[in-house]
């Protein structure tokens, strides 16, 4: 047998894949050996107090028979100087184990020869194996096999059983021993021999098991720190519920996009998002699992939720909270191909006959002799085929607009730059224009030009409903608990109605005659093209909130 298996450990694990794990599974069995070597020095002294034991008896034995001289058939000075050397031994041998003194093969080898001569001699002492001491030498024999390999235990077992057929033919060569002995030591020995034996063998299958038991669990916590790392890395949220509807595990997407900073695990659902809670209801009394947007959190991220349940038993159940952005983004990716498509059919089939009419008002315009009320007609065809040229340069715009060439930038500075060409441009005063901040180092990640164009949009709007100073302010803040950054746009207009509100951002919908109905449509385009939310926040008689929900930089990066 190979030196692992005299050590007492199986010579081949299990191959193990060379992956992140075979680390802490090395780590795993070499910690089941030092817990494997630390046993077999703690059997040692159960062995030795066993040992101690069995001396302790016969010393008192011996007392006994020596205050009754009639039990003939017992050597009284043998019995008590074999207790004698067997207790002292023992004293001995149990400091030499608790300094692990020569090693633990020299103290086992030690040991199973000193148990071997004095239980014999206490079995000669009383008369053979007849006088039923014989069993101890036994037991004694399993509990030394038990620490020895299977080669180890077949020389201890040989030992045992030849050191009492020896005593037993001494006895009946010098000694008179019945003949009835032989029989008796050889069941005996016999029976010493096949328990050390059997005893090596099953000690060995336990310590192979342990050890697999220990390379099994260090496969299992291995993969469950993977599964945790992969949850926790996850960009979708991650939500397991228990059959009381507490929270047993979670990531951090999940409690970001609730908005809590701090753990989760058990909380109550309700107490963990209240409108999470409502739609686990409804998924429950409905029993179907639709995919609506819901808002987790007052910072208006929208999240599609979807709940399956664990199991036949609903005893659990498994959360996903998945970020609208990126699935606007995958929309917004089919939507802008489709249209892009319509555009290049508008490009030919109205510009060219636009152009047409156009050029065509603008002879007749030129005309000396064309009466005053039809060059108003002609003026009129002018306007119209202006707005819509303006109307097909809005929509080719959309359908033919490069992918966002999205950059991080700190927000204060570019802001500030825009407010300077914004007023340059309009003839603006200084104070015409304010911004608001907490915070000095924002970073936002978005196409420049197109936050230029969206803000632009939105600044011209503002300008055209604002009624007193300032016609536009900038609030920028950012959430600590999530991450996000907020722009918000402010005027001080008059405000608009519910049905206005509902319909603002539609494309073609305008409450302006000249108007095309494009503006807000394209910004909002522009914003979630851009992983960016663009919202009416607020809207009142003193004036309207428009606000740009960035996504955090890190989640930007993964999506792109």
């Known amino acids: 047998m190979c030196r692992k298996a005299r050590r007492g450990l199986p010579a081949k694990v299990s191959s193990v894949p060379h992956t992140k794990g075979v680390e802490p599974l090395r780590t795993a069995i070499e910690q089941h050996r030092l817990e494997f070597d630390d046993s077999r020095w703690r059997a040692l002294r159960y062995l030795n107090i066993y040992r101690l034991a069995i001396g302790c008896l016969f010393a008192g034995l011996t007392l006994v028979w020596r205050l009754q001289p009639e039990v003939l058939s017992v050597h009284i000075p043998l019995s008590g100087w074999t207790a004698m050397f067997y207790i002292a031994f023992a004293l001995l041998f149990y400091a030499a184990v608790l300094r692990r003194a020569g090693g633990f093969i020299f103290l086992r080898n030690v040991q199973v020869a000193a148990d071997v001569l004095a239980l014999t001699l206490f079995i000669h002492a009383t008369g053979g194996v007849s006088g039923g001491f014989g069993i101890l030498l036994a037991v004694a024999n399993a509990g030394s096999c038990l620490l020895s390999g299977r080669k180890q235990a077949v020389v201890n077992a040989s030992v045992s059983t030849v050191a009492l057929l020896g005593e037993t033919l001494y006895g009946i060569w010098r000694l008179d021993y019945p003949t009835a002995c032989y029989v008796q030591a050889a069941l005996i020995g016999t029976s010493s021999f096949l328990t050390g034996v059997l005893s090596a063998w099953l000690s060995e299958q336990v310590r192979i098991s342990a050890l697999l038991v220990a390379e099994r669990e260090a496969e299992v916590r291995s993969l469950a720190s993977l599964n945790s790392y992969v949850v926790q890395r996850m960009q979708s949220g991650i939500l397991v519920l228990d059959g009381s509807q507490h929270v047993v595990l ?67 159940t498994l959360v996903f909270m998945d970020d609208a952005a990126e699935i606007h983004q995958r929309a917004q990716q089919i939507k802008l191909a489709s249209l892009g498509r319509l555009t290049a059919s508008i490009a030919h089939e109205i510009r060219n006959p636009l152009g047409a009419i156009s050029h065509a008002g603008q002879l007749l315009s030129e005309s000396a002799a064309l009466p005053p009320d039809d060059r108003r007609l002609v003026q009129i065809i002018e306007e119209h085929s202006l707005r819509m040229n ?24 570019w802001l500030q730059a825009f407010m300077d060409e914004f007023a340059r441009r309009h003839g603006l005063d200084p104070d015409a224009l304010t911004v608001q901040t907490t915070h000095a180092d924002i970073i936002v990640t978005m196409d420049k030009s197109q936050l230029q164009q969206v803000l632009w949009n939105l600044g011209e709007n503002a300008l055209r409903y604002s009624q007193r100073r300032p016609w536009l302010s ?28 509902e319909q603002l951002f539609e494309p073609f919908f305008t409450t302006e005659g000249a108007g095309t109905g494009l503006g807000l449509y394209i910004a909002r385009e522009l914003c979630e093209a851009n992983q960016t939310n663009l919202t009416l926040w607020e809207q009142g008689p003193e004036g309207c909130v428009f606000r740009l929900s960035f996504t955090p930089p890190e989640f930007t990066a993964a999506l792109h």
């Open 250 to 316: 979670t990531n951090q997407a999940a409690l970001r996009m609730v908005g809590l900073a701090a753990p989760a695990i058990g909380l109550a659902l309700h107490e963990f998002s209240g409108m999470l809670n409502l739609a686990w209801r409804a998924w429950r009394q409905r029993g179907d699992n639709r995919r609506t947007p819901l808002t987790l959190d007052t910072a208006g991220a929208e999240v599609i939720v979807s709940f399956y349940q664990i199991g036949e038993d609903p005893s659990g």
């Open 390 to 413: 303006d109307i097909v340069k809005n929509v080719l715009m959309i359908g033919r607009r490069d992918n966002p060439n999205a950059e991080r930038f700190e927000l204060l500075p």
């Open 474 to 501: 900038f609030r920028v803040r950012r959430d600590e608990t999530q991450g996000r950054i907020f722009l918000d746009v402010v005027d001080t207009g008059p405000g608009m109605t519910a049905v206005v509100a």
